[in-house]
């Protein structure tokens, strides 16, 4: 996980960043969203299952 600063891209270090700033550490989103996330993301795995 990046550090909180870590707001930008640094090609030289690949360095892990965040996209979008978070507003404080530890507050990234609802726990209602993180259910919400996982099922988009199985919907979207098993649409492209062979």
């Not at 030289?12 to 988009?40: H, I, K, S």
Request: hydrophobic share 40%; charged share 30%; aromatic share 8%.
């Amino acid at each position: 996980m990046p550090r909180s600063d870590r707001i930008e891209y640094d090609e030289q270090t690949r360095a892990a960043y965040w996209v979008v700033p978070m507003f404080r550490p530890g507050r990234l989103c609802t726990p209602a969203d993180v259910p919400a996330l996982v099922m988009a993301g199985r919907c979207v795995d098993s649409e492209h299952e062979v």
